[in-house]
């Protein structure tokens, strides 16, 4: 007899989910999305960036196999290789060596580099109130379109079964014996106890005079802001993350407030600069500890949640797919141990752990 599984919200962490699922024997997979277009999706409005450079065990996991596994799952998903370079001040550079240590227990190495030493490897950037930076030389770390992510894996659920239904769904009353809720923005809507609301940011198109299309992702925590090659041109982050705007409309003002002058000091290349365009998306926040919200719920049986990404999503995808999958089918987690991010931590034991470095 086949488990019956509902899945609410095909965005990509839905997407994945309903991949891995579909892989598995004797289950009937369906997932229930309102908006098939995606219109705002968090991953539609993605970077699409992927990295491991992260503080917390898990979640440099989950970027070294979001990274690895993307390489090799379908040949439409394009991966640009120009990893990331992260610059810290001298408050946050303790946590950073930390972090680049951790990371090497897990076999994803980064590079250390002292501000002195930063401009000799990365010479269009200005050291000014860098203590450390780190990045990734190896290829492991970079970029793709999170829009052909998503298509490859729902292609691919389709393909093996799953059936993707346009539906609004209100409530999960009676939907299958076992429900999987990736509603992303939109989760509280539906588990009303789960901390994860939309934070809206901005990203600019620009133009300069200089292009250095070779230049990897960079996330200056000095300043809060981040930029890499896009095209012939770059895409530049702000560093504010509104809760309190309902729409998409892109806060213009932002660019000359708040980033150009950080931008300009940090890389003089983007002191002659030109705003081509620019475009604004939810994070899925996860308010209590910036770390997503993954497992069984602790008061519903029949309900599993993937949410409060907090603008790792994309990147997490194919590890919390899988992880959610071996979670459902088995009754534990296999490969990437993901129970850190129960949801118990929240509601029942207050158990939180933070990551501190948000792009």
């Known amino acids: 007899m086949e488990n019956q599984i509902t899945i609410v919200g095909g965005g990509i962490i839905g997407s994945a989910t309903a991949y891995f699922l579909s892989l598995e024997k004797n289950i009937s997979v369906k997932v229930l999305e309102r908006d098939p277009t995606y219109t705002n999706a968090s991953f539609a409005r993605s970077c699409g960036g992927f990295r491991h450079q992260f503080v917390t065990k898990e979640n440099i996991l989950l970027g070294k196999f979001g990274s690895e596994f993307v390489k090799k799952f379908n040949t439409d998903v394009q991966w640009t290789p ?31 580099l002292t501000g002195d030493k930063l401009t000799e490897v990365f010479p269009w950037l200005n050291s000014d109130g860098i203590a450390v930076a780190s990045y990734t030389d190896t290829k492991v770390e970079g970029w793709l379109d999170p829009h052909s992510l998503q298509k490859a894996f729902k292609q691919e659920a389709i393909n093996n079964g799953v059936n993707f239904i346009k539906e609004d769904v209100k409530n999960l009353d009676n939907l299958s014996d076992i429900i999987v809720v990736t509603a992303g923005c939109w989760t509280k809507e539906l588990l009303p106890d789960m901390p994860v609301v939309p934070q809206k940011h901005t990203v600019f198109n620009v133009k300069t005079p200089t292009h250095i299309p070779q230049m990897p992702l960079v996330g200056d925590f000095t300043s809060e802001i981040y930029w890499r090659p896009e095209g012939d041109g770059y895409i ?3 560093p504010v993350g509104r809760f309190d705007q309902t729409d998409l ?3 213009w003002n932002d660019f000359e407030n708040l980033i150009w002058e950080k931008l300009a000091m940090r890389a003089p290349l983007f002191e002659e600069v030109k705003v081509t365009s620019a475009w604004a998306g939810y994070y899925d926040t996860n308010q209590t500890d910036n770390n997503a919200i993954i497992g069984k719920h602790p008061k519903l049986d029949n309900v599993y949640l993937a949410s409060g990404f907090t603008g790792r999503g994309v990147m997490q995808a194919p590890g919390v797919g899988r992880g959610l999958t071996e979670l459902i089918t088995t009754g534990q987690y296999q490969t990437i141990d993901l129970s850190c991010f129960d949801p118990q931590r929240l509601v029942v034991y207050d158990r939180n752990f933070y990551e501190p470095y948000v792009l």
């Open 82 to 112: 120009n990893g990331y370079l992260l610059l810290f001040n001298e408050e946050q550079a303790d946590q950073q060596r930390l972090a680049i240590e951790e990371q090497w227990r897990h076999d994803a190495p980064s590079i250390l």
């Open 236 to 238: 530049v982050a702000s």
């Open 249 to 251: 409309e892109p806060d």
